[in-house]
């Protein structure tokens, strides 16, 4: 069957429509220069039918007539490799979508007509004058005047969103908020529609976040995110359900007392599916984050998932011992660790929308880990703050078992918890000063102290490097019996032994200059 092929006319039209570029937005390939042959040209471009120009071929259309067929408004002028690609997948560039490239093509080349072309030179060039040579005021607004022109030609392409961009550790971040009910179609390669079933059925579901790779996903219903997807060969699609406000007043009941304490209010949102209902809601600053699911088929409070957790990234690089809200903290994960119940009461609206208690039976892992990391904080904040010495905070910082160790050893001298008994006879001086003799024959109860010369532990705090004191070390109730016959005066050695109540109790010898 004969092919409704375009003349040599419209061809060449449509090559210089585009300016000899690829209409795929994500190519904009040149496909024309020279070739070897001094008289000739080379040509990488192709008048590439929409709808097929023959049955049997992609994107054929059975209702239009030979002439529209081969009209110059069925063509399109691409690349050999994308021509290639089109026909190959014609499910996953269908002619609305290769029309929207050809009007996107010829307006972009109708904007260049008469303007000189840009080399990379003359970007970076542009660039380093606008940022470069610019005092840091200047450069700030410039970069707004990007950010700003391109959510005003982002939002031109479909007016039912506002745009939001930015820029974040090498990647172009767009956030697209719907002004009012957009339909869309999502076109789903088979190897992705897996994950894209998954994600989408929690999001229905549960209400939960979107997080997929849109490698090969084409998108109808939207020229803005067609655009977005046509230009990006791979990306993230994140869909954020919008939930409602939400308040959670929580309170702990102590395991051993009963006794209730309500905690700082928390604030955040709640979203729910066909099947469950969650709450994400912050307190203290945003260092405590609140996530709670329940089964609205369920009554039971067992069928409800809690967990609180530690957000101390809004602690970073602050001074450990003056962190914001540290001890109401430490007292939530302290008492979670310990086995207390929690009630919880969900405002939504500012409307009481239900009540629930949780009673674990072990606290979790993440509890677990949380007051770890809590303790080893409180133990390097009692270091610090014996030494007067500023030790920044990081929330990334691992540390082992040892040095947790070596920690706690530190802060227990430090306050007076660091005791041991004796159990072993010590050998010291005594001087004799009484004057009744008898005392000379009586045995003596008295207390040691022993003087350390040599600096204390080094500790790792928060990976610093910190040199304790030298340490002492007093030993109480120990005896000692002086030999019979001695003068008033003698200093003599003897042997204290200890009672059943000898105790050692370590402590640091004063400071001298505080650190800085």
Not at 342 to 349: G, H, M, N, P, T
Not at 382 to 392: E, Q, T
Request: charged share 25%.
């Amino acid at each position: 069957m004969a092919r409704d092929e375009f003349n040599r006319t419209d061809i060449d039209k449509l090559a210089k429509r585009v300016a000899f570029l690829c209409s795929r937005p994500s190519c904009d390939a040149v496909t024309i220069g020279p070739s070897s042959d001094v008289a000739s040209v080379s040509s990488t471009g192709v008048a590439a039918h929409i709808c097929a120009a023959a049955p049997g071929g992609p994107r054929y259309d059975s209702f239009m007539t030979p002439t529209q067929r081969s009209s110059i408004s069925n063509g399109i002028w691409l690349c050999n490799n994308c021509s290639r690609l089109i026909d190959n997948d014609p499910a996953s560039f269908p002619a609305e979508l290769l029309h929207r490239w050809k009007a996107q093509a010829e307006t972009l080349a109708a904007s260049r007509h008469g303007r000189r072309h840009l080399r990379p030179k003359d970007v970076q060039d542009q660039m380093k004058m606008v940022l470069g040579a610019l005092p840091p005021s200047v450069q700030d607004g410039a970069i707004a005047n990007v950010h700003r022109a391109s959510k005003a030609a982002l939002e031109s392409l479909d007016r039912r969103f506002s745009v939001e961009t930015s820029f974040v550790r090498g990647e172009s971040l767009y956030t697209l908020n719907a002004l009012e009910t957009v339909p869309f179609r999502f076109k789903v390669p088979a190897h992705r529609a897996p994950e894209w079933r998954e994600q989408l059925r929690g999001l229905l579901d549960h209400g939960r976040r979107v997080k997929v790779n849109t490698k090969d996903v084409k998108i109808e219903g939207s020229d803005l995110m067609a655009h977005l997807f046509d230009g990006v060969e791979q990306g993230t699609l994140e869909i954020a359900p919008h939930g409602v406000e939400a308040a959670v007043r929580v309170s702990l009941r102590d395991a051993a007392t009963g006794k209730d304490r309500e905690l700082e209010p928390f604030a955040g949102r709640a979203y729910a599916g066909v099947k469950t209902f969650s709450v994400d809601a912050q307190s203290l600053g945003g260092l405590l984050r609140l996530g709670c699911e329940h089964d609205l088929a369920a009554s039971a409070s067992d069928n409800l998932n809690l967990s609180f957790e530690l957000c101390t990234d809004v602690w970073e690089g602050g001074d450990i011992r003056f962190l914001p809200n540290f001890q109401a903290a430490y007292d939530l994960f302290a008492a979670l660790a310990a086995g207390a119940a929690v009630d919880l009461e969900l405002f939504a609206r500012g409307l009481k929308v239900c009540r629930a208690s949780y009673a674990p039976q072990a606290a979790a892992d993440h509890v677990r880990d949380a007051y770890n990391r809590l303790g080893y904080l409180r133990r390097a904040r009692r270091v610090a703050d014996f030494l007067n010495r500023s030790i920044k905070y990081k929330a990334d910082l691992r540390f082992t078992a040892e040095q947790h160790v070596a920690l706690a050893e530190a802060a227990d001298i430090i306050e007076g918890a660091h005791e041991g008994k004796l159990t072993s006879d010590v050998e010291a001086t005594l001087t004799l000063t009484a004057d009744d003799p008898e005392v000379l024959s009586s045995k003596v109860v008295g207390e040691l102290l022993f003087v350390g010369s040599d600096p204390g532990p080094q500790i790792d705090v928060y990976g610093e490097v910190v040199q304790m004191p030298a340490i002492e070390i007093r030993v109480t109730n120990v005896v000692a019996r002086p030999p019979k016959k001695i003068k008033r005066g003698a200093t003599i050695k003897v042997t204290w032994k200890p009672t059943p109540q000898a105790r050692c109790t370590y402590r640091y010898q004063s400071l001298g200059v505080p650190h800085n």
